[in-house]
Structure formats: structure tokens, C-alpha cells
């Protein structure tokens, strides 16, 4: 079957013809060409349409006229969205595992596309190059200093603890205190990965925190177990992950303070730390005063996985680690996550692949922010019940805790009876 022509008509007087493939729906036609729909109106044989019911027809002329003025099509021949016979096609590297995008502005405000292509040599070497700038550009590791590294043993803390020991002698000398939440935050394959690493890597300081400990942090009356399938069955799955990783951050933050080191790092990578950003900017809050490194109470929160992608960590694993390494397997129920969490990913994935590189402005962006417009830090506390150090960012207006002494996790795990009421509500 010959294709159909459906005509764009930008508001710049031009007319770009596109295939499309008789009964195809429109909003699917719309998608696959990435022509967002509030930027065009449908006419078939002259006659508007609703574009998210049509079908497409062999028959029918089919126009899709722009009500914006900005260039579209244009922009998607660039990222190569449109492969076209005007588009330079990606000539075929059977050496080639891993090709970087980023789009390019010039000083006349025009984009470009800059794509480099890696063999698997070249790509390790891309990894480590661009770990040592994070860590060195935004002076994460101190010369001298201790780091408190969280390690549950999943890809993205394994990733890091590699990238340190690989890049040692091209860091700062610093001394790592590998440490392991068990029975809870890390499941046992990932456990047995994490003692793995430390000992193939020569990680002398390695504590795992025994589930005696969580729950002694926590002051759970019932246990871990307990409390968190109560959270899950009460409050979903949102609220379960949350005080999953709450109950991880806990007990670093306890270890921390037993060893006297407050400068904890975590396995948040490029995609973490941009989703954070974007839920800041869509919930009117502060994640601190940069994204790779921000002050938290008496902490110092650090990042240094900032400038590389899940994709690149995974693909660097396959490359420099055992292959079980490298695997990771599904969630629990516990720390699956909602929608309000998978929308923010969504988002990060899709705004990255159509504008390469946005991450690195969005970081950029909060640093000049907070220092160009002296932008209060939120204030913290700490818990009177786990310790935790927790923010007021949310603002006292969406303050729901009914027990004001200790932070939002342990309120409700008081209100359902999980942990005991230390003292009167103020």
C-alpha cells in the first residue's frame, strides 16, 4: 500500500510533507513524528477534525496546520526526530557501543546536533574522564577527607564505588567508609554483590548495619517488616518507598555521626538528580543549593555520579565489573514506586531526548539561582525519634504531621501505631 501524505504547514509559509501509513491514528501519527498537539489544527478535505479521533486515510487529504510559530520541522530533522532524505543519516559502526548527543547553541541562538561515537575503550575512558571533571569541577572529595559511601549494592552505588577505586589516583586522596543497610534497603543478591566489590576493589572500612540496628534506629515497636507492609497497605506504594529510603538515610546518617563524618555520598546519577530538580521546580521546593552537592543540616550531601546517565553507569558495569555486577533485579512492592514518582523519570527520559543535554542547563540554572538571588535555605531539624535530619521545605502551610517534634515518617508511623508517642504534641 503506497504511503499517504499528511502536509505540515509551519507558520513560517512553508509545507513539509510526511508519510504516513493508511489506519494509523492521527494522535499516534502525531507522537511518532513528535508534533505536539496543542501546536496544530487537522483539517481533512478542508474540514477541522478532532485530531485525537481520526483515523488516517488512504483517500483523504489530510493538512496539519501549525498555530505556532517556531520551527518544528526544523528542529526535528536536527535531532534527527525526522529521518528524512534531507537528514545526514548516522553512517553504521559495527565498533560503536554507545553514541553521546548533546545539542549545541551557538552564539546566534542556532542548534546543532554533536554526536560522538565510543568503542568500548573509548567509552570507558568517557566515563572516567567524565566522572573525575564532576567530582573536580564542583571540589566533591576534599584532599584528606573521609566519605561515608552509601552502598546497597544495586548498579548505581556499585557504579560509584567503582569509579572511585578505578580513578583513585586521579582524585584527591580521601578515604572511604563503605557502609551497608542489610535485611531491609538491600536485598541479599545485592548485599552478597556489595561485600563482593569492597573486597575485589580493597575497601578496607566496610560496616553492614544488621536489621537489630534499623529497627534500634527506628524504634519500631513491631519490627521493619511490620511497619513498612502497614505504610504499603495504608498509604500505597509512594508512601513505601519513601520511608524505605527514610529508613536508609536514617541509619547512615546514625553511622555517620558514630564515626564523626558528616560528608555522605550517594549512588544518585545524572537522571536522579535532574528528576529531583524538575519535581522542585513542578512543587515549589528546594533540593539545596546545587544538584551534585548541597548542605543538609550538619551534612554535606554529595553527588558524584552527576554528569553520567543510568544508561552509561549500566553500560561502564557491563564493561569493568563481573557481569553480576552489572545486574539488578525488579523492585519489591516496597520500593516500586507511584505514578507521582514514575512521572517525574517520565519526564526527565523525554525532555533528554529531545533536547540532549538539558539536564547540564537545569543544574546550571539552580546554582545561578541560588546564588544570584540569595535564595533562603529551608530550615532542619532533627528527629526526635530516628534522628533523621529533615527538612521544612514543603512550607508550614502543608505541614500535615499531627506530631510536630519529630519529622513527617515518624507522625504517621506514630498515628498507626508502628512507634510510640515519645512526648506530647506541642
Known amino acids: 500500500m503506497n504511503p499517504v501524505k499528511v502536509l505540515l504547514k509551519d507558520r513560517l509559509d512553508q509545507v513539509h510533507a510526511l508519510n504516513a501509513v493508511a489506519g494509523t491514528p492521527l494522535r499516534q501519527f502525531l507522537k511518532q513524528k513528535y508534533i505536539p498537539r496543542d501546536s496544530i489544527i487537522c483539517y481533512v478535505n478542508n474540514e477541522i477534525i478532532d485530531d485525537q479521533t481520526y483515523i488516517i486515510k488512504q483517500?483523504?487529504?489530510?493538512?496539519?496546520?501549525?498555530?505556532?510559530?517556531?520551527?518544528?520541522?526544523?528542529y526535528c530533522r536536527t535531532l534527527r526526530l525526522w529521518e528524512d532524505g534531507s537528514v545526514e543519516a548516522t553512517p553504521e559502526n559495527s565498533e560503536s557501543v554507545y553514541t553521546?548527543?548533546?545539542?549545541?547553541?551557538?552564539d546566534s541562538g542556532i542548534c546543532d546536533l554533536k554526536e560522538t561515537q565510543f568503542n568500548k575503550e573509548e567509552f570507558i575512558q568517557y566515563v572516567n574522564d567524565m566522572f573525575v571533571q564532576g567530582?573536580?569541577?564542583k571540589s566533591l572529595i576534599k584532599e584528606g577527607g573521609s566519605i561515608v559511601l552509601a552502598l546497597s549494592g544495586g548498579r548505581d552505588s556499585l557504579a560509584l564505588l567503582y569509579l572511585l577505586r578505578i580513578n583513585k589516583d586521579r582524585l584527591p586522596k580521601h578515604h572511604i567508609i563503605g557502609v551497608t543497610v542489610a535485611e531491609t534497603v538491600a536485598a541479599p543478591e545485592d548485599m552478597k554483590r556489595a561485600k563482593?566489590?569492597?573486597?575485589?576493589?580493597?575497601?578496607?572500612?566496610y560496616t553492614i548495619l544488621p536489621l537489630e540496628y534499623v529497627n534500634e534506629t527506628m524504634r519500631f515497636k513491631n519490627g521493619f517488616g511490620t511497619a513498612i507492609e502497614k505504610v504499603?497497605?495504608?498509604?500505597?506504594?509512594?508512601?513505601?518507598?519513601?520511608?524505605?529510603h527514610h529508613v536508609m538515610r536514617s541509619c547512615i546518617e546514625r553511622f555517620a555521626r558514630e564515626r564523626g563524618v558528616f560528608n555522605i555520598s550517594f549512588g544518585y546519577h545524572f537522571e536522579d538528580l535532574l528528576a529531583s530538580v524538575f519535581r522542585s521546580y513542578t512543587l515549589g521546593t528546594l533540593i539545596g543549593e546545587t544538584a551534585p552537592i548541597r548542605t543538609w543540616g550538619e551534612f554535606t550531601h554529595v553527588s558524584p555520579l552527576w554528569t553520567i546517565t543510568k544508561k552509561e553507569l549500566t553500560l561502564?558495569?557491563?564493561?569493568?565489573?563481573?557481569?553480576?555486577h552489572s545486574k539488578q533485579g525488579s523492585p519489591t512492592d516496597y520500593d516500586r514506586g507511584d505514578h507521582n514518582r514514575d512521572i517525574n523519570y517520565f519526564m526527565t527520559d523525554l525532555l533528554s531526548s529531545v533536547w540532549p543535554g538539558l539536564g547540564f542547563n537545569m543544574f546550571e540554572?539552580?546554582?545561578?539561582?541560588?546564588?544570584?538571588?540569595?535564595?533562603?535555605?529551608?530550615?532542619?531539624?532533627?528527629?526526635?525519634?530516628?534522628?533523621?535530619?529533615?527538612?521544612?521545605a514543603y512550607g508550614e502551610d502543608v505541614d500535615q504531621r499531627k506530631y510536630?517534634?519529630?519529622?513527617?515518617?515518624?507522625?504517621?508511623?506514630?498515628?498507626?501505631?508502628?512507634?510510640?508517642?515519645?512526648?506530647?504534641?506541642r
Not at 59 to 74: C, I, K, N
Not at 367 to 392: G, M, S, V, W
Open 232 to 244: 504499603l497497605t495504608t498509604e500505597g506504594r509512594g508512601h513505601s518507598i519513601t520511608l524505605w
Open 59 to 74: 483517500s483523504e487529504e489530510v493538512v496539519l496546520d501549525m498555530v505556532r510559530a517556531y520551527q518544528l520541522p526544523e
Open 135 to 137: 567530582v573536580m569541577d
Open 404 to 425: 510536630k517534634h519529630v519529622c513527617n515518617h515518624c507522625s504517621h508511623l506514630i498515628e498507626v501505631g508502628e512507634i510510640s508517642i515519645l512526648r506530647p504534641v
Open 365 to 392: 540554572s539552580l546554582e545561578r539561582l541560588t546564588d544570584n538571588y540569595a535564595i533562603k535555605q529551608p530550615r532542619f531539624d532533627t528527629c526526635e525519634n530516628c534522628n533523621i535530619t529533615y527538612t521544612h
Open 316 to 324: 561502564y558495569l557491563n564493561f569493568v565489573a563481573p557481569e553480576t
Open 100 to 106: 553521546k548527543n548533546v545539542l549545541w547553541f551557538n
Open 196 to 205: 563482593e566489590a569492597i573486597t575485589n576493589l580493597d575497601v578496607t572500612d
